[in-house]
């Protein structure tokens, strides 16, 4: 079956980066965009990102722009998510999840990935 | 691009039906159909329920329906049980291919 497995959970100081990975398996992992959605303790679902089946194509919300990078490995069937310049308020859990074809449903969702800036 | 408007709480006794609304703009919601919805409970990663509007995905019980007019799209729980006590995001696409999330609505069996 579908699975996307996220890298653990990661501490980081403020100024720092993190890189989270989200490996695919039990699908064509060449044929689906996959998305990546943060969630603050106690907030809401926060849309950060896309990234295209071939890695060729990118695009973020404006808030990230310039801090995040999207990439993909096909070999290894992963794709990575990059934070840069980390500040307190980026401290979430980060869900990687994958778009079912040109529906704009994110119909698998990784286990999140904990991300905590703290000095 | 802001988050799209939904009512904090909405609760409704096993049984019943009840309306949860997601207020967008004419930059998302009013000229895409791409609309989604997502249930999720305590600790764990969200779960697709509607897709396209009115879409299910396979395998989502029927009881859960969307529709949409103009600015406004809507997820419609009936024969409300236990089970479905979660928190609600509706989410669409933005332009491009950026999305923005709703706000989260806590639904409440009583």
């Known amino acids: 079956q579908v699975q996307l497995a996220q890298s653990g959970a990661e501490v980081k100081k403020p100024g720092a980066s993190v890189k989270v990975a989200c490996k695919a398996s039990g699908y064509s992992f060449s044929a689906y965009y996959v998305h990546w959605v943060r969630q603050a303790p106690g907030q809401g679902l926060e849309w950060m990102g896309i990234i295209s089946p071939g890695g060729d194509y990118t695009a973020s919300a404006q808030k990230f722009q310039g801090r995040l990078t999207l990439t993909r490995d096909t070999s290894a069937t992963t794709v990575y998510m990059e934070l840069s310049s980390l500040r307190y308020e980026d401290t979430a859990v980060y869900y990687c999840a994958r778009e079912s074809p040109g529906s704009g449903g994110l119909d698998d969702w990784g286990q999140g990935t904990l991300v905590a800036v703290s000095s | 691009q802001s988050a799209l408007t939904q009512p904090a709480s909405v609760s409704g006794s096993p049984g019943q039906s009840i309306t949860i609304s997601c207020t967008g703009t004419?930059?998302?919601?009013?000229?895409?159909?791409?609309v989604s919805w997502y249930q999720q409970h305590p600790g764990k990663a969200p779960k697709l329920v509607i897709y396209?509007?009115?879409k299910w995905p396979s395998g989502v019980s029927n009881r859960f329906s969307g529709s949409k007019s103009g600015n406004t799209a809507s997820l419609t729980i009936s024969g409300l049980q236990a089970e479905d006590e979660a928190d609600y995001f509706c989410c669409s696409n933005a332009g491009g291919s950026t999305y923005v999330f709703g706000t989260g609505t806590e639904v409440s069996v009583l």
């Open positions: 004419s930059s998302d919601i009013g000229s895409h159909n791409l």
């Open positions: 396209e509007v009115t």
